[in-house]
């Protein structure tokens, strides 16, 4: 299939094959930041040389020493840790007093910045998998109508013409299977990605929340 053939069918395709195009360009992208995303995320090792490292800065230096670890040290732990620290500090000036309720919130907390962080962009993979098949047909139909008055106007006494135009139109319907289809399928592997990282770090999570939970405990009982 030579490079001409590809170029023709896509400029036979009409104006749709753009905002097609576009959505193929975003989800390659897409697909491709979240993969190495994934690839970057810490090991067991590192997960638990990043807990001690940040403990030993919240208790030698304090919450704003934490703070400014935070924003020097990124990675979806680091960006985690610091959800918990900032609801934390939310509930330090609402006075809370029940620890177990304190520890809910916090894990509550882990789930909503880790899910946030792991699962970037990936609505928008769900939705070119959605949108792609509907611009497509939309395009089909636009063409259609296009060659159906075509063939009003000359009369439909030449089939090789008439199927010329109802071809051109299918173009659309095609490439927006082309670019769904795919797109579908990384939404799926990266979400189950996802989730599997989440589970991964959530351990280490839920450890930082109840190193809060006990700093909480032995500030109210000094």
Same mark, same amino acid.
């Given at each position: 299939?030579?490079?001409?053939f590809?170029?023709?069918?896509?400029l =036979?395709g $009409?104006?749709m094959m753009?905002?097609l195009?576009?959505c193929?360009?975003?989800?390659l992208?897409?697909a491709?930041d979240?993969?190495?995303?994934?690839?970057?995320?810490?090991? /067991? /090792? /590192?997960?638990?040389?990043?807990l001690?490292?940040v403990e030993s800065v919240l208790?030698?230096?304090?919450?704003?020493a @934490?703070v400014?670890?935070? =924003?020097q040290n990124?990675g979806?732990?680091?960006?985690v840790?610091a959800?918990?620290l900032k609801?934390y500090?939310s509930?330090v000036?609402e006075n809370?007093?029940?620890l177990?309720d304190?520890?809910?919130e916090?894990?509550?907390v882990t789930?909503?910045a880790?899910?946030?962080y792991l699962?970037?962009?990936?609505?928008?993979l769900?939705?070119?998998?959605?949108?792609a098949?509907?611009?497509?047909?939309? $395009?089909?139909?636009?063409?259609?109508?296009? @060659?159906?008055?075509a063939i009003a106007?000359a009369g439909a006494g030449?089939?090789?013409a008439?199927?010329n135009?109802i071809?051109q139109?299918l173009?659309?319907? @095609?490439s927006g299977?082309i670019?769904?289809?795919?797109?579908?399928v990384?939404?799926?592997?990266?979400?189950a990605?996802a989730? =599997? @990282?989440?589970k991964d770090?959530?351990?280490?999570?839920h450890?930082f929340?109840?190193?809060?939970v006990?700093?909480f $405990?032995?500030q109210?009982?000094?």
């Amino acid at each position: 299939m030579s490079e001409n053939f590809i170029v023709g069918q896509f400029l =036979k395709g $009409g104006p749709m094959m753009w905002p097609l195009l576009i959505c193929s360009l975003i989800s390659l992208g897409v697909a491709i930041d979240r993969l190495l995303s994934y690839l970057r995320l810490p090991s /067991e /090792e /590192e997960a638990e040389a990043q807990l001690t490292e940040v403990e030993s800065v919240l208790q030698n230096g304090g919450e704003a020493a @934490a703070v400014e670890h935070f =924003k020097q040290n990124k990675g979806v732990l680091n960006f985690v840790f610091a959800a918990l620290l900032k609801r934390y500090d939310s509930l330090v000036l609402e006075n809370r007093t029940d620890l177990e309720d304190m520890r809910q919130e916090l894990v509550t907390v882990t789930e909503e910045a880790g899910i946030e962080y792991l699962g970037r962009l990936l609505n928008a993979l769900g939705t070119i998998g959605v949108l792609a098949p509907l611009m497509g047909l939309l $395009g089909t139909i636009v063409g259609m109508i296009s @060659a159906f008055d075509a063939i009003a106007q000359a009369g439909a006494g030449d089939p090789a013409a008439v199927a010329n135009g109802i071809s051109q139109a299918l173009i659309t319907t @095609a490439s927006g299977l082309i670019v769904a289809i795919p797109t579908i399928v990384f939404h799926r592997y990266l979400s189950a990605r996802a989730d =599997k @990282a989440f589970k991964d770090i959530e351990l280490y999570c839920h450890a930082f929340a109840n190193t809060l939970v006990v700093r909480f $405990g032995e500030q109210r009982e000094e």
